[in-house]
């Protein structure tokens, strides 16, 4: 998955402003009739788009720590971290938080770079509509790219904030600068339309995932779908990939713990859509911020430069999770090496140094960063690969619709699968009798399977959000009681602010309650 490297130095170049600026700093001043584009051009534009994704703004660091932070899968380990952190642990959110807007460093923030990506999709549009005549289907199959990023793009985006301006390639800079907030549903709108033109002009399969095919953008509706409680399109959508498998090339890969090591994960058919970092480090950009988020201070388990304590589950995320269940042996670290080779068990973490929270720590991206050897300065710059999506959870999409639409047997079969490969471990011993198959599976039972399998892959927070499970999440019997206590107000807190500079400068936008 080598190939697609991300153009960071394009993006770093660009001037990143609020969203009613995005059409004024246009990559290009001149519109692209007005000047000569080629396909070498359009095809750096819309690299330039993706490349946001490997962005530190993004999942590795800003949207990552705060869709993980307002789960209850996990909390804030080192109390001595920055403040805009452990604002979205204890839903003490600022309108000014930076991780979601820093005026003073926009690009190292997530609510500018989500428009980033809008803006270089839409540019790309423009620049294949002045493109010269191509092969049959060349010009929408790029066009196909640049519709699947902006709708990946604005999925984060409606969910966090709700209502967004939308923003498409017709947008002129005078309307971007005085328009209002579109409403979520007309969003969503667009995002399906988006995801149903990749789905028609992407090619079946690729070589490199961290480009889209016709299963990413099919796999991305199904959960669109799904958050809106379209039940049977989704269940629809999620079933057709399962029976096009081999059309697309997608299987359950055997051994749960490949998905997490860098060497093995290029290869596996698991994964749809990735983010591939590439082991380089352009200006603090393009980094794997969660293996240092992730490992902790004195930590050389995968490497020697451990690191920082600051995103870790609770004690009851692990207690509650079966000892018998593969996933959870490969998804958390309940003891340490140091570097003299001593192995420390968790309740003494705090001795290696006392930032350290002496809870079990996630070793999904640790262990990930530590499989190749580039992996270095707390495991930041690796060659991992986020899993944005991947099979399994096309089948939990597939499952939790059943259960809606009360196909009980469905649903139990789907979950069935994805627990198979559990309780199989590494394939080397007989398999545990844990997790055992499900009969009767509900949607709770789907939701819980969902918070295991895709433990720590920025998928919770999204399925507390749409479930409106923050009451009993953050309650008194939820997983993070034994910690600080928690602010979560279901009138505010599923939404966060929209950051107030944009208000100043367009007066037609309005804030969330609350803020």
């Known amino acids: 998955m080598k190939a697609y490297h991300y153009l960071l130095a394009l993006v770093l170049g660009l001037s990143f402003t609020g969203c009613s600026d995005l059409e004024e700093n246009a990559i290009s001043q001149l519109e692209p009739s007005e000047r000569v584009v080629d396909r070498a051009t359009v095809e750096t534009t819309i690299a330039g788009a993706y490349s946001n994704l490997a962005a530190r703004a993004f999942l590795s660091r800003g949207l990552g720590l705060t869709v993980m932070l307002r789960s209850d899968m996990v909390a804030i380990g080192n109390p001595t971290t920055a403040a805009e952190r452990i604002e979205h642990d204890l839903f003490t959110v600022s309108a000014t938080n930076p991780l979601i807007l820093n005026p003073s460093r926009p690009e190292r923030s997530f609510w500018p770079r989500l428009y980033q990506i809008v803006r270089g999709a839409n540019e790309?549009?423009?620049?294949?509509?002045?493109?010269?005549?191509?092969?049959?289907?060349?010009?929408?199959?790029?066009?196909a790219r640049a519709r699947f990023i902006r709708g990946y793009s604005y999925y984060h985006l409606v969910r966090l904030f709700g209502d967004v301006p939308y923003l498409d390639e017709?947008?002129?800079?005078?309307?971007?600068?005085?328009?209002?907030?579109?409403?979520?549903?007309?969003?969503?709108?667009?995002?399906?339309?988006?995801?149903?033109?990749?789905?028609?002009?992407?090619?079946?399969?690729?070589?490199?995932r961290a480009l889209p095919g016709k299963a990413a953008a099919s796999a991305f509706l199904a959960s669109v779908y799904l958050t809106r409680e379209e039940w049977q399109m989704a269940y629809d959508e999620a079933t057709?990939?399962?029976?096009?498998?081999?059309?697309?090339?997608?299987?359950?890969?055997?051994?749960?713990?490949?998905?997490?090591?860098?060497?093995?994960?290029?290869?596996?058919?698991?994964?749809?859509?990735?983010?591939?970092?590439?082991?380089?480090?352009?200006?603090?950009?393009s980094r794997d911020y969660l293996a240092a988020f992730t490992g902790f201070y004195g930590q050389a388990t995968y490497y020697p430069s451990g690191g920082w304590s600051v995103m870790?589950?609770?004690?009851?995320?692990?207690?509650?999770?079966?000892?018998?269940?593969?996933?959870?042996?490969?998804?958390?670290?309940?003891?340490?090496?140091?570097?003299?080779?001593?192995?420390?068990?968790?309740?003494?973490?705090?001795?290696?140094?006392g930032r350290n929270a002496n809870r079990p720590h996630i070793s999904k991206y640790t262990s990930m960063a530590g499989s190749l050897p580039q992996a270095n300065t707390s495991g930041r710059d690796s060659e991992?690969?986020?899993?944005?999506?991947?099979?399994?959870?096309?089948?939990?999409?597939?499952?939790?619709?059943?259960?809606?639409?009360?196909?009980?047997?469905?649903?139990?079969?789907?979950?069935?699968?994805?627990?198979?490969?559990?309780?199989?471990?590494?394939?080397?011993?007989?398999?545990?009798?844990?997790?055992a198959n499900i009969s009767g599976a509900t949607v709770e039972?789907?939701?819980?399977?969902?918070?295991?399998?895709?433990?720590?892959?920025?998928?919770?927070?999204?399925?507390?959000?749409?479930?409106?499970?923050?009451?009993?999440?953050?309650?008194?019997?939820?997983?993070?009681?034994?910690?600080?206590?928690?602010?979560?107000?279901?009138?505010?807190?599923?939404?966060?602010?929209?950051?107030?500079?944009?208000?100043?400068?367009?007066?037609?936008?309005?804030?969330?309650p609350g803020y």
């Not at 328009?179 to 995002?191: C, H, K, L, P």
């Not at 969902?450 to 959000?465: G, N, P, Q, S, T």
């Open 384 to 435: 991992s690969n986020y899993q944005l999506m991947r099979f399994a959870e096309v089948y939990l999409i597939a499952a939790e619709a059943a259960a809606e639409l009360g196909r009980t047997a469905d649903a139990d079969r789907f979950v069935n699968i994805v627990r198979e490969r559990a309780r199989n471990g590494d394939g080397s011993g007989a398999p545990s009798a844990s997790p």
């Open 170 to 208: 017709t947008t002129t800079t005078i309307v971007a600068s005085e328009m209002g907030r579109t409403s979520a549903e007309v969003v969503y709108e667009n995002i399906i339309a988006d995801f149903e033109y990749a789905k028609e002009w992407l090619p079946n399969t690729r070589d490199d």
């Open 312 to 353: 870790v589950p609770s004690l009851a995320v692990y207690n509650t999770w079966d000892d018998d269940d593969y996933r959870k042996e490969v998804s958390l670290d309940d003891e340490a090496v140091d570097n003299r080779g001593n192995v420390i068990p968790f309740t003494m973490f705090s001795s290696l140094d």
């Open 124 to 143: 790309t549009l423009r620049e294949v509509e002045a493109l010269e005549e191509q092969a049959p289907g060349v010009k929408e199959e790029i066009a």
């Open 240 to 285: 057709d990939i399962i029976n096009k498998a081999g059309t697309y090339d997608l299987a359950l890969e055997p051994d749960f713990a490949n998905l997490y090591d860098a060497a093995l994960t290029n290869f596996s058919k698991e994964p749809i859509f990735v983010i591939d970092f590439v082991g380089t480090n352009i200006n603090d950009e």
């Open 445 to 512: 039972d789907v939701l819980e399977e969902r918070r295991l399998e895709l433990a720590f892959e920025h998928k919770r927070w999204y399925d507390i959000v749409r479930r409106r499970l923050g009451g009993e999440a953050f309650g008194p019997n939820g997983l993070e009681s034994e910690l600080p206590a928690k602010s979560f107000d279901p009138s505010r807190d599923y939404l966060l602010p929209i950051p107030p500079i944009e208000l100043s400068n367009n007066p037609a936008l309005t804030q969330n």
